[in-house]
């Protein structure tokens, strides 16, 4: 069904809060502050059929569940998304699975995709948020250095963008928020001098595919085999989320629908069930997704503050990205109600400290897992056998799988503030 045009709003000249992308971060940074009674406006260069319909990422931590439902965001998730308490490992042609809540207190994730929650919050802050707008394209930001709290209109932080039916225009703002992504403008504004970067490439992508077919299992599989990584998601009990470790520039063309299945069923076959294969069905999509591991600091300059993807990436192994960019804002939101209601910027002043010690943690263990788990070409079988005795380790090792349950189900966002609305 063709979404409605929205009734053109006009765009505001000035706002406390001006978002720059309408991702996960920044739609629910939005919706925090909006329930906080903090003026905001998100500018969006997409439209949004766009938005809404980018295949990403399909598991939710238990805090990001937390935090949806607080927000008045989790009732579609709660009747649609699905609650998975645990995981299956397949290696070696074994099988083990490891039970979250017995291993962490009672965590748990959801299996609800990055497409709903983004239509949930759009309709949300469409019906009743603050302003957003689509084909609104930053084009730069200035005047964030001034850290001085009595800023006027000339000394304001400011972005600059283009609106694909009005034309240029410019927001001026008390604080910026950069939730723009990897491929965002506002981390630019960091003098070079002062932006530290760190990175990691893999040599290997993912061929991510949608299928019309029910899902493999009842839990996600993932799965170490000689022939190279292979995970089973899904999105819904008739819809599967499959992925294939795949060498670096891969062309989706090179792998026909047979292949797919037939590379899944054997990197995922395991002895324990041997005659056991997935159920084929039309597949829908398909993309290669190169694998990245990558760092910005600091989070904060001036009146600039970064949020998820605009300030780091990590592989998908570990299903972290969208959870670190609500935990991001989660945090943003309290040091931003703190700064409104009190006048303090004790929050604002630790927030890219606090992020960035979880993001750390975020960053070892996706790139511990993607280590852990796929065919390393320049490997020798050395470090074959160095896989084989960590997987069976967690298999073994109440220790080791409990390390592994309580990162995948997420660590804890740092404690509220008083000042928490
Ligand atoms: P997003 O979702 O990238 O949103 C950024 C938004 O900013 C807009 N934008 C601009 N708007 C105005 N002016 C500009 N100059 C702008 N430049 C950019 C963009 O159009 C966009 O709407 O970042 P956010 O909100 O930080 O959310 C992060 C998550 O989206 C991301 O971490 C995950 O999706 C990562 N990720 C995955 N994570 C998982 O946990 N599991 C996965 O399976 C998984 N698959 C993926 C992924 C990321 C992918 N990308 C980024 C290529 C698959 C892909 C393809
Ligand atoms: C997904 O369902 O898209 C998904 C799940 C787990 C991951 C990565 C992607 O680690």
Redesign the pocket.
Known sequence: MPIPAPIPVPVPVHTTVGI?????????LARLLHDAGIDCVV????DRA??EQ??????LEQSTVDVLRSAGAGERMDREGLPHDGIELRYDRRSHRIDFPSLTGGRRVMVYA?TEM?KDLVAQQLADGAPLFFD????GIEGVHDVNDTATATGAPTIH?HHRDRGPATLTCDYIVG????????RNAVPAGLRRTYERTYPYS?L?VLAQAPPAYDELIYAHSSRGFALA?MRSPTVS?L?LQVPGGTDPAEWPDARIWDELDARLATDADPGWKLERGPVVAK?V??MRSWVVEPMRYGRLLL?????H??P?T????????VA?VVVLARALVQRHVTGSTELLDAYSETCLRRVWRAEHFSYAMTELLHTDPAHSAFETKLQLSQLDRIAHSRHAAAELAENYTGLPIAPPSPYAS
């Open positions: 720059i992308g309408a991702g996960p971060a920044g739609l629910l500018l969006e260069s997409r766009y938005i980018r295949q990403r990422a399909g598991i990055q983004v609104a394209e930053v084009a963008f939730c723009d992504g990897f491929h965002g403008v506002a993912w991510g998601s989320r992925y993309s997704l190169p949020a998820g993807d605009a300030a990436i990590v998908p570990g299903a972290k990205g969208l959870n670190l960019a991001d």
